[in-house]
């Protein structure tokens, strides 16, 4: 089975520069796709054999997730079970017979960290607390965007960076806490080296230049780690800030 996720910045524009057509190349069997930033009625996204479900923010034009697979779910929920969290369209969970699927799109804490306190001590308390309930019923595969590179081997420029959001030291322990909690980063699991990035700056030529951040992940519990057959980044696939992902697995 492979499942791709990719941050598209927004469907409509990522559609626009050849979203379907470049998903379809990666022949998955399921997608994940994160900042949709549309309703559903709003866009036509081609794919055949696919069954689609949307979890929209409540703000137009904000955040949004969507799940697009072959492969029938048992059940397909939107968010956490936390009204003051859900409104965003941050996360969905699909279960399949083996394990839950969830894709988020973790908050960013913002120019100037003005969000840090939201995202750190409220949003990822209770994310990790939710996947941690789900992989006590049975295994989880999580992904999506989670706006953190956890490691200085998984941005350009870490020195710099420091201090600045997706890398403060709060964001990066909390990371570090969730995979605590029995998951795997699934990339690392396969890879060590860096140069390997999900997201590029829009200036200064940075996607030419590699000069990026990881920080679009495939988590899996450990529990079934084994089952982890490959674990891509694909910076080839334009048409987003971010590039797709994928896992291969059992």
Not at 61 to 67: E, L, N
Not at 77 to 103: K, P, S, W
Not at 212 to 221: K, L, M
Request: charged share 25%; hydrophobic share 40%.
């Amino acid at each position: 089975m492979r499942v791709v996720s990719w941050n598209v910045n927004g469907i409509r524009a990522a559609l626009n520069k050849g979203a379907s057509e470049s998903l379809a190349s990666l022949d998955a069997d399921i997608i994940c796709l994160q900042e949709v930033r549309a309703l559903p009625a709003q866009f036509e996204l081609n794919l055949e054999g696919f069954d689609s479900f949307w979890n929209p923010a409540q703000k137009k034009g904000y955040s949004g997730t969507g799940i697009l697979s072959k492969i029938p779910f048992r059940d397909v929920r939107n968010g956490i079970g936390d009204t003051e969290l859900d409104n965003e369209g941050r996360v969905i969970t699909a279960e399949l017979d083996n394990f839950y699927l969830v894709t988020v799109y973790t908050p960013n804490s913002q120019r100037g960290l003005t969000r840090l306190e939201y995202r750190t001590q409220t949003w990822d308390g209770a994310f990790r607390a939710y996947l941690s309930a789900l992989d006590a019923q049975k295994p989880v595969v999580f992904c999506g965007d989670l706006n953190v590179a956890h490691e200085e081997i998984d941005l350009a420029n870490p020195k710099s960076n420091r201090k600045n959001a997706g890398f403060t030291d709060e964001e990066r322990e909390s990371f570090s806490a969730l995979l605590d909690a029995g998951f795997v980063d699934s990339f690392r699991a396969f890879c060590n080296e860096g140069g390997h990035y999900t997201w590029w700056s829009n200036f200064a030529k940075s996607r030419i230049r590699n000069i990026g951040w990881r920080i679009d992940y495939f988590g899996v519990s450990q529990k079934i780690k084994e089952s982890m057959k490959a674990a891509r980044i694909h910076p080839d696939i334009m048409g987003s800030d971010h590039c797709p992902i994928s896992l291969d697995i059992e």
